[in-house]
Each structure stands twice: as C-alpha cells, then as structure tokens.
C-alpha cells in the first residue's frame, strides 16, 4: 500500500464510493469499480482487495431493501450461480489475468447486444396500441410501477417454461463465472433482473441478497486461490468508510430516479465496462 501515490490512492477511494453506490442505486456502476481498482492494481490483486469492500456494500444493500427481494426468483437462479463460482475458480488457477479480462468482457458485450435486439425486436413486434408496459416487457425496460406487475408479465410466458429455465442457466453461469474471476457479475445480474420485469426496488432488493449470498460462497474460494492477502486487507481498511458513504448516495438517488433511465444507466454501464474489459 505504501507504493501507491495519491492518485493511485485517490482513484481507489473513488472505486469504493462507486461500490456503494452501486449497491443501493445503479448496479451497473460497480463494472466500473472492478475496472478502476484493475487499472491501479494486478488483476489478481485487485478481485482479493474488492471482495470484502463488496460484501461490507452487501450488507449495507440487504439492510436498506431486504423487504423487496423475490426468493424464488432469486432460488431457482443460485444452483447455476454456483456451478459458475466452481468454473472461475478453475479458470483463475490456470489462467492469465488478460485472457481471463478479455473473456468477460466478450461475454457482457454479448449479452448487452442480444438484449438491444430483443427490446427492438419486441417494440417491433406489437402494435402502435400497446402499452407501455407490454412494448417493454421483451427487453431491459419490463419493469412496471408496482412489483406485482413483475408476477403477472412472468405468467405470460409460462407457455415457454423451458426457454425460462435455458436463460436462467445460462445468466447464473456467467454471473457466476464472472464474479469469481474479476467481481464481474453484477453485469449478467442486471440484465438478467431487467429482462424478468423487475421494478427497480426488485430488482435492488433480489440483487442484494443474491450478491451477499454469492460472495460469502464464493470467499473460501478467493482464500484458497491466494487472492486475499494482508495487504490487501490493510487496504481495505484504509478505503471501507468510503462505501457507506457511496452507499448514503445510492440511496438519496434511487429516490429521484425514474425507471426508464434507470434501464439506460445499468445498459450503458454494462456496455462502457465490457469494452472496456477487452481493451
């Protein structure tokens, strides 16, 4: 720690401030953390000093919109959440740090893509009559005002049960994967919630107790690796009070923001931190 200048310093404070708002406001932004602390630090290095900064987030998230979470949606998603833990923590142990950045980042911009394209494909699909909360309801934007609105647009699709349970494998395996090689699953996660139609405070509270419940199973993993280090955690000593504090501006956010930008925001950070993985 006492090689990094101010600015590297600085930079890291800011990553943490971001970590907290990202966890009571606009998840997208934590991308931009896991890039920051990356950009000052090995990549190795960095996903063992951001871990416990995320789970202090966690529990700061849980406490502030525990009553919105959505179980089952959130149950039926971390079998294959943890299948991907299993698979990134395979990769990490034989692989680069570049190979492992450029993968995720290849992967977020994927599913970013395939998202836009469902959204167009959907408002081209149905009428000028539609509403709006049915022009939405194939892409990012679902999300209606009330969170019983996100039950009844999943029962529309109870017809394609198995299309359903193909998406959910597939968004747990890569979050899943991603948080365990680079704290990169909040990407696949967002878009995975925007897509189901939850409404923002939903989608925060089911975000939160899932991110709490993965990086706590995904800890031992990151020990045995050698990713956490004493170093590392004298840092995060140093830079913990910045995430309450992030998290305090989340929260005064989420207050004055609609659903709608809130939808752009995460798609928009999702897309900035994936291209910015593959450079």
């Known amino acids: 720690m006492s090689d990094l200048g101010v600015v590297s310093l600085g930079t890291l404070v800011v990553a943490a401030l971001l970590v907290g708002v990202s966890k009571t406001a606009v998840s997208g932004v934590g991308a931009l953390s896991v890039a920051l602390f990356a950009a000052v630090l090995p990549a190795r290095e960095s996903t063992g000093v951001l871990l416990p900064l995320l789970l202090v987030g ?22 294959s959440v943890a299948a991907g833990v299993l698979l990134g923590a395979v990769f990490v142990a034989g692989t680069g740090d570049d190979v492992v950045r450029r993968t995720i980042g290849a992967l977020l911009l994927t599913i970013v893509l395939h998202h836009l394209w469902r959204r167009r494909r959907s408002r081209r699909g149905r009428g000028p009559g539609a509403s709006a909360a049915a022009v939405l309801s194939g892409g990012p934007g679902a999300a209606v005002e009330a969170d019983t609105g996100r039950a009844a647009a999943r029962g529309t699709g109870a017809g394609a049960g198995g299309g359903e349970h193909a998406r959910t494998l597939f968004f747990g395996l890569v979050a899943g994967f991603a948080t365990m090689v680079a704290n990169a699953g909040g990407p696949a996660m ?12 939903g989608f925060l509270g089911t975000g939160a107790w899932f991110f709490l419940l993965v990086n706590l199973f995904k800890l ?7 990713l956490l280090t004493p170093d590392g955690l004298a840092l995060d000593a140093v830079l913990v009070c910045a995430v309450p504090v992030g998290a305090f501006l989340g929260r005064a956010l989420v207050r004055r923001i609609d659903q709608a930008l809130f939808d752009r925001l995460v798609l928009v950070c999702t897309a900035a931190s994936s291209l910015n993985l593959l450079r």
């Open 58 to 79: 966690d529990v700061l998230a849980v406490r502030a919109y525990r009553e919105h979470t959505d179980w089952p949606a959130l149950l039926r998603l971390l079998p």
């Open 190 to 201: 967002s878009l995975y919630l925007l897509s189901s139609g939850f409404t923002m405070l």
């Open 220 to 226: 031992p993993f990151s020990i045995g690796l050698g």
